[in-house]
């Protein structure tokens, strides 16, 4: 399964906001930005742009909003405090995901007047419609759902506070090709994730959160998260040690032994988070994920090693940015990088009227404003 489409209306800044992941030129070379399914190709791994206060954290808090109601996950409750665009304070807040499974087409959209109050939602499968409803004008349509093998479905006990989708998928045996099963599979997987300064800020994946150290300790990652470290410029040796009290920790190895938490710099605390995502998702396989700010610490340098390890993951990614190194068409396309701006977000390739080129220097034309939304 993959995210096609999203819209979201009236969040935080957003009074309206439309990403299409489905159009894709015919670019012949990065295509390993690209995915092939049963639709066509969608897009695998997207650069967004976009100056400061252009949105780019919030379009992801936008997108990882359907994991808040949806599933039991490590959410970011600080994160949708101010919900509704301050402009329309009082005006309900709507989102719209389009997803692609096996050639089928998924629509599920919902509106909320706060992060925990739905007043609507609704689920198509192929526009064939499993069920609506909508409290504003007291209509339901639940006909259908027998068609899709949900039957004798108890709705007294519904919570009214929550999703439907949610209670059919928890309340009924739901088969391994079952559309719903997917959804919420795909729903439960999703990750959100950025280092900042007080740590390891994430949503989605887990029920609860790790200890960076512990989990590197535990699974006997050490010297492979010193040789990871080696490799992106972070010369140094580690070893595990105890502390006073007694708790094993990750020190730098010298003649005084440095404890790491306290003494690592911002960038490679940076690189600790990134390598704790990379080795967990060996274990917990993400369905789609956001790297907001993903390089905000690293050298460029470095910053276009990770990206390239994140292209070879076989996952749906994000990454929003503000390094225009990371612009050429080795690594990157133009139509898999996109400019969020006045509340409109469009690849690069819909911003101009040049044909695009391989032999086109992206940075150049990006910073000679050639690309305006």
């Known amino acids: 399964m ?45 650069l967004v742009y976009g100056r400061n206060s252009s949105g780019k954290s919030n379009l992801g808090f936008a997108i990882f909003d359907i994991v808040q109601h949806l599933v039991d996950k490590v959410t970011r409750p600080d994160a949708y405090l101010y919900y509704a665009n301050a402009d329309h304070p009082d005006d309900p807040v709507s989102f719209k995901y389009t997803f692609e499974l096996d050639g089928k087409e ?34 339901s349509n639940f006909r259908n759902l027998s068609s899709f093998g949900f039957k004798n479905l108890n709705f007294v ?5 929550l999703s439907f989708l949610r209670y059919l998928a928890n309340n009924s045996p739901l088969s391994e090709n079952s559309p719903i099963k997917n959804l919420m599979d795909f729903v439960g997987s999703m990750l959100w994730f950025r280092r900042v300064d007080t740590g390891n800020s994430f949503m989605g994946l887990l029920s609860v959160s790790d200890n960076l150290d512990s989990f590197i ?23 595990v040690a105890k502390s006073p009290d007694g708790r094993e920790g ?18 490679t605390l940076a690189l600790t988070v990134l390598f704790y995502w990379y080795e967990l998702l060996k274990i917990n396989q993400p369905s789609f994920i956001f790297m907001d700010e993903f390089d905000a610490f690293y050298h460029f340098e470095v910053a276009e090693k990770i990206f390239n390890l994140a292209k070879k993951l076989n996952i749906q ?11 050429k068409h080795a ?43």
């Open 217 to 239: 300790i535990s699974h006997n990652l050490t010297e492979k998260f010193e040789n990871f470290l080696n490799e992106h410029e972070v010369k140094e040796r580690l070893k």
């Open 157 to 161: 006990y519904k919570d009214s506070k």
């Open 250 to 267: 990750l020190y730098f190895a010298h003649q005084q032994a440095l404890p790491f938490f306290s003494v690592a710099s911002s960038g």
């Open 2 to 46: 993959m995210l096609k489409r999203f819209e979201v209306t009236n969040f935080k800044q957003f009074n309206s906001l439309k990403w299409d992941f489905s159009k894709v030129r015919n670019y012949d070379f990065s295509t390993d930005c690209l995915i092939d399914l049963p639709c066509g190709k969608l897009i695998k791994t997207a």
């Open 106 to 139: 998924l629509l599920y959209q919902y509106t909320k007047t706060s992060p925990l109050e739905l007043v609507q939602e609704s689920l198509y499968v192929d526009n064939e419609e499993v069920f609506s409803w909508n409290q504003k004008t007291n209509t």
């Open 331 to 373: 690594n990157t396309r133009a139509d898999c990088c996109f400019l969020l701006q006045n509340e409109v977000i469009k690849p690069f390739s819909d911003l101009t009227q040049r044909e695009i080129r391989e032999g086109n220097n992206l940075e150049k034309l990006f910073l000679s404003h050639e690309f305006e939304c």
């Open 317 to 327: 990614t994000i990454l929003t940015t503000h390094n225009t190194n990371l612009l």
